[in-house]
């Protein structure tokens, strides 16, 4: 029973341009939400969070954006950097547990 | 602030044998979670410590335990290892005081079971 899902294993962009990652969840407890990034053989880094009571969240060049109503939430980069070349996880918390659920992650490549 | 810190950074058994990994959670961090990572299964949740209990527990079976010391630094062991035990072992840490907190993760254990 996967409750977090990233539908596309892979994703490639072309440098400076938007990327665009999508999350669907399916359990209605969960009300935060995180986006890592991973390198092979590394821990993943933590990037931005977005709480349930929020739709919006922004630092810097990343922008999660969360529907609710929708199960869904999204990380957008901008605009796109070579370094940001990495497996991309989306993690939900059930309320009152330090417990992550992740999702199966995306490679974005982003191509010079 | 120095990161999560984990020992050892790789490791190889044989089957049946048992292996015990460490970790160090940031200063001030009393919640220690333990998650382990494979091509097949992705990352998934072993189990959380905060305090010296486990408060949260994942689906693995008993040979995967945990426990936390009177400052926070966790270990887990594994005991009679199986090939499908290997895997990259990731702890993370994290305030612990409620579930909206983010969890800053170790650079993990590479763990070959021949």
């Known amino acids: 029973d996967q409750q977090v899902k990233q539908n596309s294993p892979s994703l490639s962009v072309q440098e400076g341009r938007i990327s665009i990652l999508n999350c669907d969840y399916t359990n209605s407890m969960f009300d935060y939400f995180l986006w890592y990034k991973k390198y092979p053989a590394e821990g993943p880094t933590f990037l931005i969070s977005?709480?349930?009571?929020?739709d919006k969240n922004e630092d810097g060049r990343f922008t999660v954006f969360l529907n609710k109503s929708a199960k869904h939430l999204s990380l957008h980069i901008v605009p796109s950097q070579p370094g940001d070349s990495a497996v991309y996880f989306c993690?939900?918390?059930?309320?009152?547990?330090?417990?992550?659920?992740f999702g199966q992650g995306t490679r974005l490549t982003i191509n010079p | 602030k120095a990161g999560v810190t984990q020992t050892p950074r790789y490791l190889i058994k044989t089957r049946g044998q048992q292996v015990t990994l460490s970790c160090s959670p940031i200063?001030?961090?009393?919640?220690v979670s333990w998650y382990q990572q494979t091509p097949g299964q992705g990352l998934q949740f072993l189990f959380e410590y905060f305090s010296e209990t486990q408060r949260n527990k994942g689906n693995f079976p008993g040979r995967f335990s945990g426990r936390q010391f009177s400052n926070s630094r966790s270990e887990m062991n594994v005991s009679t290892l199986e090939l499908g035990d290997s895997a990259l072992y990731l702890c993370?840490?994290?305030?612990?005081?409620?579930?909206?907190?983010?969890?800053?993760f170790g650079p993990g254990t590479r763990l070959l079971v021949l």
């Open positions: 200063s001030g961090h009393r919640s």
């Open positions: 977005i709480s349930s009571i929020k």
């Open positions: 993370a840490s994290s305030v612990g005081t409620h579930s909206q907190e983010t969890q800053y």
């Open positions: 993690a939900a918390v059930t309320q009152g547990a330090q417990k992550l659920v």
